[in-house]
């Protein structure tokens, strides 16, 4: 890939406050995070990292708890109508595995991974069986694998792409949930749009983005959905970066008009792809 200019320079709101740059690549039409960090690991390390707790004290923390549930039964519901008769599903990054036990009580067969020590202590404690790396998973067949909002997190792209392909059933379905980068939010809010969130995520995706990427492994995108709710949120995040406040009403205002052009031009603030092997 050769890279055709830099698009944003960021800052790490959540950790450090150091400076990255976007750099725009037109083979993939992806934004890559640059420089990335030898010790990455170290910024995760961080009380607000709220994908990784399954406390609701603060109203941030509550308001995403509340979303979470909705957005379980919803996972739940989609990855029901892609089911054959094996009901086997490998959730890759799935941190506290609220997911796979929502899948375990509807009758599928769990199996995650979460590299994060204390994400995936969470997950065993609730009986969900755990690795840290996908390559300690084995030759199992999967129905369905799902990563949410987890591939922009991953050092080896097309390493794991290439690895998940490997594990999923010939007639079987991967499920990806990405933010969309050319969504109204993220043109608004710029370098303070939360869903950037460098270092962490080292790569920033459009549609082209994923359908591209995916050929290459044989993965055909046959679905593309919206995630309503990542708007509100992500706009909440990005006020508070932007002006150091909450401001509710306007992330709300913000979230709410990215939706309705999203109506339109069908970029929403996350996107959910449906792909299966071409």
Known sequence: MNSNK??????????????????????????????????????YESNNYISHTDEAKTLLEKVYQTVKKIALKRKLELINKYTNTSKTILDIGCGTGEFLITARKNNWNTLGVEINDEARNKSS??????????????????????????????????????????????????????????????????????????PRH???????????????????????????????????????????????LKAFYRGFRSNLKAKRTGEYSSLIYVLQKA
């Open 125 to 198: 404690k609730k009986n969900i069986t755990t690795y840290k790396f996908i390559e300690e998973v084995k030759s199992s067949q999967f129905n369905i694998i799902t990563l949410w909002h987890v591939l922009e997190h991953l050092k080896d792209l097309n390493g794991t792409i290439s690895k998940i392909s490997s594990l999923l059933d010939t007639d079987g379905t991967l499920i990806i949930a990405v933010p969309n980068y050319k969504s109204y939010d993220a043109n608004y809010y710029k370098e303070y749009w939360a869903a950037y969130d460098t």
């Open 202 to 248: 080292l790569w920033h995706f459009s549609q082209k983005s994923i359908s591209t990427l995916f050929e290459k492994h044989n993965l055909k995108v046959v679905r593309t959905l919206p995630m309503y709710f990542d708007s509100y949120y992500v706009s909440l995040l990005s006020e508070k970066y932007k002006t150091g406040k909450s401001n509710y």
């Open 6 to 43: 830099i698009y944003l320079e960021t800052t790490d709101h959540l950790v450090s406050k150091e400076k990255f740059r976007l750099e725009y690549f037109t083979e993939t039409d992806m934004l890559v995070t640059q420089p990335i960090p030898k010790n990455l690991s170290n910024y």
